[in-house]
């Protein structure tokens, strides 16, 4: 069974500084790994995926994050924080044994100081 | 662009009582998803859906829960009969063709408050 874990319940940044927001993941096969991004009252978004290939992805808003198989992890950065970026990130995994679940990190909230 | 809609967008109903939550996924996905959040935190999965059949559910999903496509546009989730720890956020997903690999889009949700 795949799981995602978000050891960070809160990350706080200064506008301007660059970002990480941690997720390591476990699953049986090889690993899709995406990040969400969710607004106050609001759907989660889409932010960037792994697939296969690059080990660095980026993806909207100028976020990328970083696929490392050895450690098992999938850290979501930016190198320029923005107060508009505050807001709760998902990362999630889905195994490629064909099943359709998506499992879900507990979030991590960013708060971006001007 | 095109998007996931839900209805309605909170809904507040009484112990014992039956709810249906509707969603329109995006016209050209195959796959259907609904998730929960309770309390702004973690987002989990219920059930998954696709070719007309349920493809995975998680254990939250018991025989108070079912879903359905009832005319190829709307997919619903239904729960019986509402227990207080129901309440929550429930939110309708759905993704192209590729399920393994796409990404989720996700509607705004329907908050449910079970009184």
């Known amino acids: 069974a795949q799981s995602v874990a978000q050891p960070e319940d809160q990350v706080n940044v200064a506008e301007g500084n660059p970002l990480t927001v941690k997720c390591t993941y476990s699953?049986?096969?090889?690993?899709?790994l995406f990040w969400y991004v969710q607004y106050p009252n609001r759907g989660l978004q889409f932010l960037l995926k792994?697939?296969?290939?690059?080990?660095l992805v980026k993806g909207s808003y100028g976020f990328e994050a970083e696929f490392n198989k050895s450690q098992t992890s999938f850290h979501l950065k930016k190198p320029s924080a923005l107060v508009s970026d505050s807001a709760l990130y998902f990362c999630?995994?889905?195994?490629?044994?064909?099943?359709?679940?998506?499992?879900f990190g507990a979030g991590t909230r960013l708060f971006v100081k001007a | 662009e095109p998007e996931v809609t839900q209805t309605p967008s909170h809904q507040v109903t009484q112990m014992g009582q039956e709810v249906i939550l509707r969603c329109v996924p995006i016209?050209?996905?195959?796959?259907f998803y609904w998730y929960r959040q309770i309390l702004g935190q973690k987002v989990e999965f219920l059930v998954s859906?696709?070719?007309?059949?349920?493809?995975?559910k998680s254990e939250i999903f018991d025989d108070q829960f079912s879903v359905e496509r009832p005319d190829g546009s709307n997919f619903t989730l239904k729960i019986r009969s509402t227990k207080l720890e129901d309440s929550a956020m429930y939110f309708c997903?759905?993704?192209?063709?590729?399920?393994?690999?796409?990404?989720?889009?996700f509607g705004e949700g329907s908050r449910l408050t079970v009184l």
């Open positions: 016209s050209n996905h195959l796959y």
């Open positions: 792994y697939i296969t290939g690059d080990n």
């Open positions: 997903a759905s993704s192209v063709r590729i399920a393994n690999t796409g990404e989720l889009f």
């Open positions: 699953v049986s096969g090889n690993p899709y």
């Open positions: 999630a995994v889905r195994d490629d044994d064909g099943g359709f679940k998506t499992i």
């Open positions: 859906f696709y070719n007309n059949e349920i493809s995975e």
